[in-house]
């Protein structure tokens, strides 16, 4: 074999290669599992301050191959804030059976209201106050996950969020009624339930 032909069969097999890793997206359209994503704000201890966080929220899961995939539309609910109680985004959701290892938690115009007689930054509240996130432009979280299988015969797997909402509003906020984009960034945490 000479050269020029060991050459065209590296070329070959290195193409070979690259469609099949694009191309193989481990999801199956033709078959479904279930998935239910919740929002919770778990109390931090003493019961600071309580709330509501209310706005349009929307979740959205990842293959392992990379394809994003919508557990629903935006969708306008509210969230106790410092409650053991947990809301669910959109209900169960159908989705493409497969492996998923990423999630991810839109907010757009998320109003964080906070009742008079909280604590926030050491000070108590006299009167209620709130401030909205993502107002202009939606505020998207990724997460990473260890995978996680959806699969018609597995029944519904659980992403349930926490907003840990106390360690990040601030008096501040509250007073500019904007909460900025960067406090919330890589506060909010995900826990995968089944799969």
């Avoid at 966080?53 to 293959?63: D, H, K």
């Amino acid at each position: 074999m000479n050269i020029r032909s060991v050459r065209k069969a590296l070329l070959l097999a290195g193409v070979a290669v690259f469609a099949v890793g694009c191309g193989d997206d481990p999801l199956d359209p033709n078959v479904t599992g279930a998935v239910n994503a919740e929002i919770h704000d778990t109390p931090a201890g003493a019961g600071e301050f309580t709330g509501t966080a209310a706005g349009n929220i929307f979740v959205s899961i990842r293959s392992t191959g990379g394809t994003w995939v919508d557990l629903g539309s935006p969708n306008g609910i509210t969230v106790a804030l410092q409650s053991s109680s947990a809301t669910s985004v959109h209900g169960v959701s159908s989705v493409p059976q497969g492996s998923y290892d990423r999630v991810r938690l839109t907010f757009s115009g998320v109003t964080f209201s906070i009742d008079a007689g909280g604590t926030v930054s050491g000070n108590v509240l006299s009167s209620g106050a709130s401030a909205v996130a993502a107002n202009s432009t939606p505020l998207e979280l990724e997460l990473s996950v260890s995978p996680f299988d959806v699969s018609s015969a597995g029944g519904t797997v659980g992403v349930s969020f926490d907003l840990n909402v106390e360690n990040w509003i601030d008096q501040q906020s509250l007073a500019d009624g904007i909460i900025q984009d960067g406090r919330i960034q890589g506060q909010v945490t995900v826990a995968v339930i089944g799969g």
